[in-house]
T-cell receptor, first 111, second 112 residues
């Protein structure tokens, strides 16, 4: 596998900012996805990074550093509905390109 | 446009029984995948397909077979169910491997 590592659980306060980190092995790396998954539901797409830098989409932003094998998902103005699992998934070039998922970070947002 | 559909939603099997989990997509996507999700393990790739007639193994293929006779359908067969196959199974499709995967609602399988 690609050894995708991310924290198991994080907690944050409504209205705050939280950063969820993800590290991966850089050998053969092509791109990185972030998905959101609410309990009992299917994952839904948040972002896809191929190039270094920050991509912003409303309250959610995703950052990638290819040389460091590092990505993060930044959630601003947290809402209760943001309580979910956040999945980091990496692609390897030269293989199937089918993403390999990390174990997910369970985010709990409290009032 | 229904997206990715999976049937059944829930299933209980006895050890040794066989069954097929159905997956269909109406978006004309070439790429389809099957994942299983277990507590604390994330999504693990079972089998995938890059087009009709082409399938390949993922990370955890043992005990499962797939076929891709049409672009739309990608069934997953459990040959002889074991309690270790108790899991939630997700099917996903994408038009391009640099595009998002769309996931089906999942099938929750319990093997006794």
């Amino acid at each position: 596998g690609q050894n995708i590592d991310q924290p198991t659980e994080m907690t944050a306060t409504e209205g705050a900012i939280v950063q969820i980190n993800c590290t991966y092995q850089t050998s053969g790396f092509n791109g990185l996805f972030w998905y959101q998954q609410h309990a009992g539901e299917a994952p839904t797409f948040l972002s896809y990074n191929v190039l270094d830098g920050l991509e912003e989409k409303g309250r959610f932003s995703s950052f990638l550093s290819r040389s460091k094998g590092y990505s993060y998902l930044l959630l601003k103005e947290l809402q209760m509905k943001d309580s979910a699992s956040y999945l980091c998934a990496g692609q390897i070039s030269g293989g199937s390109y089918i993403p390999t998922f990390g174990r997910g970070t369970s985010l709990i947002v409290h009032p | 446009n229904a997206g990715v559909t999976q049937t059944p939603k829930f299933q209980v099997l006895k050890t040794g029984q066989s069954m097929t989990l159905q997956c269909a997509q109406d978006m004309n996507h070439e790429y389809m995948s099957w994942y299983r999700q277990d507590p604390g393990m994330g999504l693990r790739l079972i089998h995938y397909s890059v087009g009709a007639g082409i399938t390949d193994q993922g990370e955890v293929p043992n005990g499962y077979n797939v076929s891709r006779s049409t672009t739309e359908d990608f069934p997953l067969r459990l040959l002889s169910a074991a309690p270790s196959q108790t899991s939630v199974y997700f099917c996903a499709s994408s038009s391009d491997l640099q595009e998002t995967q769309y996931f089906g609602p999942g099938t929750r399988l319990l093997v006794l």
